[in-house]
C-alpha cells in the first residue's frame, strides 16, 4: 500500500469520519472504497449483475427487470440463466402484466 496525502473539505472530511465511525472502518478506507467504486466500473457493473440475478431468484425482481439490467433481450437472459443453471421463476397474472407494460 502507498500512503498519499489529500485534501477534503471540511464538510468531506466531516460525513467520511461519520460514516467511518459508524461501520466500524478508518477514513481511509473510506476514501479506498469511493475510488474503487468510481474507478473500477467493470467490478461494480459484475456487482450490480450478482445483486440483480440474487434478487430474482428471491423473486424480487422480474426476469423483464432483470433483462434490462443484464443489458439483454428476454431470451438471452432466459439462455443466460440456463447456462448458469438457474431456474426460471414463475410469475403470475400481476407479474406478467406488469413485464409487458414495462416491454
Given at each position: 500500500?502507498?500512503?498519499?496525502?489529500?485534501?477534503?473539505?471540511?464538510?468531506?472530511?466531516?460525513?467520511?469520519?461519520?460514516?467511518?465511525?459508524?461501520?466500524?472502518?478508518s477514513l481511509?478506507?473510506?476514501?479506498r472504497e469511493?475510488?474503487?467504486?468510481?474507478?473500477?466500473?467493470?467490478?461494480?457493473?459484475?456487482?450490480?449483475?450478482?445483486?440483480?440475478?440474487?434478487?430474482?431468484?428471491?423473486?424480487?425482481?422480474?426476469?423483464?427487470?432483470?433483462?434490462?439490467?443484464?443489458?439483454?433481450?428476454?431470451?438471452?437472459?432466459?439462455?443466460?440463466?440456463?447456462?448458469?443453471?438457474?431456474?426460471?421463476?414463475?410469475?403470475?397474472?400481476?407479474?406478467?402484466?406488469?413485464?409487458?407494460?414495462?416491454?
Amino acid at each position: 500500500m502507498k500512503r498519499t496525502n489529500i485534501m477534503l473539505t471540511d464538510e468531506q472530511h466531516s460525513l467520511l469520519t461519520e460514516i467511518a465511525g459508524r461501520e466500524g472502518s478508518s477514513l481511509g478506507e473510506k476514501v479506498r472504497e469511493a475510488i474503487n467504486r468510481v474507478y473500477n466500473m467493470g467490478d461494480y457493473i459484475q456487482r450490480k449483475k450478482e445483486i440483480a440475478i440474487e434478487a430474482y431468484k428471491e423473486g424480487l425482481i422480474s426476469l423483464g427487470k432483470l433483462s434490462e439490467i443484464l443489458g439483454l433481450d428476454q431470451v438471452s437472459t432466459r439462455n443466460y440463466l440456463k447456462e448458469r443453471g438457474i431456474n426460471l421463476q414463475v410469475q403470475d397474472k400481476k407479474g406478467l402484466l406488469r413485464d409487458i407494460i414495462n416491454a
